[in-house]
Nanobody
């Protein structure tokens, strides 16, 4: 069974940093791209970042470029999302997901195209 578990969320002041972890089982990183999505209250789910272990592809949403960094550590079966210079608008529940439907990072966000993990809350305050 494919499983993903996100952790590392919390509360931080604007300008601070957090590192999210996504620990996976049931697949390897060269099989499925792994994404971070987020969803804020009253807003649609947003693709944040993706790493494709098959070919090294990495993608970021424009809103996080230069502030967030995604990386995978196959030996740890973990994908990290380092988030720096956090802003109020980064407040959301963050989910990691494995895109089984494609072998590249798409931003479709279609629920059925991914294996989803339980989210972790990130709250940024002023």
């Amino acid at each position: 069974d494919v499983q993903l578990q996100a952790s590392g969320g919390g509360s931080v002041q604007a300008g601070g940093s957090l590192r999210l972890s996504c620990t996976v089982s049931g697949f390897t990183f060269d099989e499925y791209p792994v994404h971070w999505f987020r969803q804020a209250p009253g807003k649609e789910r947003e693709a944040v970042a993706c790493v494709n272990g098959h070919d090294g592809e990495i993608k970021y949403a424009d809103s996080v470029k230069g502030r967030f960094k995604i990386s995978d550590e196959p030996s740890e079966k973990t994908v990290y999302l380092q988030m720096n210079n956090l802003a109020l608008e980064d407040t959301a529940v963050y989910y990691c997901a494995a895109e089984w439907a494609r072998n590249y990072c798409s931003d479709s966000g279609e629920i059925g195209d991914y294996y989803w993990g339980v989210g972790t809350q990130v709250t940024v305050s002023s």
